[in-house]
Protein backbone atom coordinates (compact mmCIF):
# COMPACT_ATOMS: atom_id res chain seq x y z
CA UNK A 1 0.00 0.00 0.00
CA UNK A 2 1.68 3.59 -1.43
CA UNK A 3 1.61 6.06 1.81
CA UNK A 4 -1.03 8.24 0.90
CA UNK A 5 -3.58 5.29 0.18
CA UNK A 6 -2.57 4.34 4.74
CA UNK A 7 -2.95 7.71 5.65
CA UNK A 8 -6.06 8.22 3.91
CA UNK A 9 -7.76 5.73 5.64
CA UNK A 10 -6.68 5.94 8.52
CA UNK A 11 -8.24 10.05 8.16
CA UNK A 12 -11.53 7.93 7.05
CA UNK A 13 -11.49 5.86 10.10
CA UNK A 14 -10.32 9.08 12.18
CA UNK A 15 -13.48 10.66 10.37
CA UNK A 16 -15.87 7.65 10.21
CA UNK A 17 -15.79 5.93 13.57
CA UNK A 18 -13.14 7.16 15.93
CA UNK A 19 -13.55 11.17 16.08
CA UNK A 20 -16.40 11.20 18.49
CA UNK A 21 -15.28 8.07 20.49
CA UNK A 22 -11.58 10.37 21.29
CA UNK A 23 -13.13 13.60 21.70
CA UNK A 24 -15.83 11.98 24.56
CA UNK A 25 -12.17 10.17 26.00
CA UNK A 26 -11.43 12.92 28.64
CA UNK A 27 -7.49 11.31 29.52
CA UNK A 28 -6.93 12.62 25.71
CA UNK A 29 -9.04 15.76 25.78
CA UNK A 30 -7.04 17.05 29.13
CA UNK A 31 -4.06 16.11 27.25
CA UNK A 32 -4.27 18.79 24.40
CA UNK A 33 -3.73 21.79 25.19
CA UNK A 34 -0.95 20.70 27.11
CA UNK A 35 0.61 19.23 24.12
CA UNK A 36 -0.26 22.12 21.89
CA UNK A 37 1.55 24.89 24.50
CA UNK A 38 4.40 22.02 24.46
CA UNK A 39 4.43 22.00 21.11
CA UNK A 40 4.28 26.27 20.39
CA UNK A 41 7.68 26.00 23.05
CA UNK A 42 9.23 24.12 21.05
CA UNK A 43 8.34 26.15 18.42
CA UNK A 44 9.73 29.18 20.00
CA UNK A 45 13.16 27.78 20.79
CA UNK A 46 14.14 26.56 17.28
CA UNK A 47 12.42 30.21 15.92
CA UNK A 48 14.95 32.35 18.83
CA UNK A 49 18.24 29.87 17.97
CA UNK A 50 17.21 30.14 14.46
CA UNK A 51 17.21 26.54 13.39
CA UNK A 52 13.98 27.23 11.33
CA UNK A 53 15.88 30.00 9.49
CA UNK A 54 18.75 27.94 8.66
CA UNK A 55 17.30 25.02 7.51
CA UNK A 56 14.60 27.25 5.30
CA UNK A 57 17.36 28.58 3.95
CA UNK A 58 19.37 25.22 3.50
CA UNK A 59 15.76 23.52 1.91
CA UNK A 60 15.90 26.95 -0.62
CA UNK A 61 19.15 25.72 -1.55
CA UNK A 62 17.88 22.71 -2.85
CA UNK A 63 19.06 20.32 -0.21
CA UNK A 64 16.58 17.19 0.11
CA UNK A 65 15.89 16.69 3.93
CA UNK A 66 12.19 16.01 4.23
CA UNK A 67 11.98 12.67 1.61
CA UNK A 68 9.65 10.48 0.08
CA UNK A 69 9.20 7.82 2.06
CA UNK A 70 9.78 9.36 5.81
CA UNK A 71 5.99 9.93 6.11
CA UNK A 72 6.08 6.41 7.63
CA UNK A 73 8.03 7.81 10.49
CA UNK A 74 4.46 8.60 11.56
CA UNK A 75 2.63 6.28 13.89
CA UNK A 76 -0.94 5.93 13.14
CA UNK A 77 -1.21 6.92 16.77
CA UNK A 78 0.58 10.03 15.80
CA UNK A 79 -1.49 10.66 13.17
CA UNK A 80 -4.52 10.36 15.26
CA UNK A 81 -3.22 13.14 17.87
CA UNK A 82 -2.37 15.68 14.54
CA UNK A 83 -5.97 14.97 13.42
CA UNK A 84 -7.49 15.60 16.61
CA UNK A 85 -4.99 18.92 17.08
CA UNK A 86 -5.78 20.09 13.58
CA UNK A 87 -9.71 19.66 14.55
CA UNK A 88 -8.71 21.57 17.95
CA UNK A 89 -7.23 24.59 15.78
CA UNK A 90 -9.53 24.60 13.82
CA UNK A 91 -7.39 23.84 10.84
CA UNK A 92 -6.29 20.69 8.03
CA UNK A 93 -3.25 18.42 7.85
CA UNK A 94 -2.75 18.57 4.00
CA UNK A 95 -0.95 16.16 1.80
CA UNK A 96 1.65 16.77 -0.78
CA UNK A 97 0.09 15.68 -4.26
CA UNK A 98 2.34 17.50 -5.93
CA UNK A 99 6.14 16.63 -5.44
CA UNK A 100 6.39 12.89 -5.20
CA UNK A 101 10.34 13.02 -4.31
CA UNK A 102 9.36 14.62 -1.22
CA UNK A 103 7.90 13.59 2.19
CA UNK A 104 4.08 12.80 2.14
CA UNK A 105 3.74 16.13 5.03
CA UNK A 106 5.97 18.72 3.33
CA UNK A 107 4.05 21.66 2.28
CA UNK A 108 5.23 24.94 0.74
CA UNK A 109 6.34 26.17 4.03
CA UNK A 110 7.60 22.79 6.09
CA UNK A 111 6.40 20.48 7.91
CA UNK A 112 2.66 20.22 7.24
CA UNK A 113 2.07 18.14 10.48
CA UNK A 114 1.53 19.73 13.95
CA UNK A 115 3.34 17.31 15.80
CA UNK A 116 6.24 15.67 13.71
CA UNK A 117 7.22 12.32 14.01
CA UNK A 118 9.88 11.70 16.78
CA UNK A 119 12.56 10.69 14.06
CA UNK A 120 12.07 14.34 12.49
CA UNK A 121 11.79 16.42 15.67
CA UNK A 122 15.26 14.57 16.75
CA UNK A 123 16.76 14.82 13.40
CA UNK A 124 19.70 17.33 13.78
CA UNK A 125 22.30 17.13 10.50
CA UNK A 126 25.84 17.80 11.04
CA UNK A 127 25.49 21.21 8.98
CA UNK A 128 22.71 22.14 11.75
CA UNK A 129 24.25 21.33 14.73
CA UNK A 130 27.48 22.52 14.11
CA UNK A 131 25.46 26.13 13.12
CA UNK A 132 23.37 25.64 16.32
CA UNK A 133 26.45 24.60 18.69
CA UNK A 134 26.11 23.05 21.46
CA UNK A 135 24.62 25.94 23.96
CA UNK A 136 22.04 26.20 21.69
CA UNK A 137 21.57 22.43 20.77
CA UNK A 138 20.94 21.74 24.43
CA UNK A 139 18.23 24.87 24.71
CA UNK A 140 16.20 23.54 21.95
CA UNK A 141 16.84 19.93 23.25
CA UNK A 142 15.46 20.76 26.83
CA UNK A 143 12.55 22.84 25.50
CA UNK A 144 11.13 19.89 23.47
CA UNK A 145 11.50 17.66 26.52
CA UNK A 146 6.96 18.73 27.67
CA UNK A 147 6.42 17.81 23.84
CA UNK A 148 8.50 14.37 24.15
CA UNK A 149 6.77 13.41 27.38
CA UNK A 150 3.31 14.91 26.78
CA UNK A 151 3.10 12.84 23.08
CA UNK A 152 4.91 10.04 23.98
CA UNK A 153 2.31 9.37 26.65
CA UNK A 154 -0.78 10.15 24.54
CA UNK A 155 0.55 8.10 21.79
CA UNK A 156 0.96 4.98 23.83
CA UNK A 157 -2.62 5.63 25.65
CA UNK A 158 -4.50 5.84 21.84
CA UNK A 159 -2.44 2.87 20.50
CA UNK A 160 -3.11 0.73 23.30
CA UNK A 161 -6.71 1.68 23.63
CA UNK A 162 -7.80 2.62 20.05
CA UNK A 163 -5.13 1.52 16.82
CA UNK A 164 -4.02 -1.81 18.19
CA UNK A 165 -7.85 -2.85 18.71
CA UNK A 166 -8.81 -1.72 15.12
CA UNK A 167 -5.52 -3.38 13.48
CA UNK A 168 -6.27 -6.72 15.10
CA UNK A 169 -10.36 -6.38 14.05
CA UNK A 170 -8.93 -5.29 10.59
CA UNK A 171 -6.50 -9.12 11.01
CA UNK A 172 -9.57 -10.66 11.62
CA UNK A 173 -11.62 -10.09 9.25
CA UNK A 174 -9.13 -10.17 6.71
CA UNK A 175 -8.35 -13.80 7.56
CA UNK A 176 -12.01 -15.05 7.75
S1 LIG B 1 18.18 19.49 8.88
FE1 LIG B 1 20.08 19.83 7.76
S2 LIG B 1 19.71 19.10 5.69
FE2 LIG B 1 17.73 19.36 6.69
S3 LIG B 1 17.04 21.42 6.09
FE3 LIG B 1 18.09 21.57 8.08
S4 LIG B 1 20.19 22.06 7.58
FE4 LIG B 1 19.27 21.29 5.71
S1 LIG C 1 9.50 16.96 9.26
FE1 LIG C 1 7.46 16.60 8.38
S2 LIG C 1 7.71 16.95 6.21
FE2 LIG C 1 9.76 16.63 7.05
S3 LIG C 1 10.16 14.45 6.84
FE3 LIG C 1 9.30 14.75 8.87
S4 LIG C 1 7.10 14.41 8.59
FE4 LIG C 1 7.97 14.75 6.58
Known sequence: ???LT?????????????KEK?????????????????IEKSRQAFIENESFAFCA??????????????????????FLINLMLAD????????????????????EKGCNLILAPIFC?????????NFLGHERLTKIQQAMEDEAILSFELAEYINKKYVLPYA??????KSR
Open 168 to 173: EKIRKE
Open 22 to 38: LWKDKYIIDKLEPLKKA
Open 88 to 107: YLQTEIKFNLERPEDCLFLG
Open 57 to 78: KCAQSGEKCCQTGLEWKLRPSE
Open 121 to 129: RNFFCDKLS
Open 1 to 3: MDS
Open 6 to 18: YFKSWQNFYKQEL
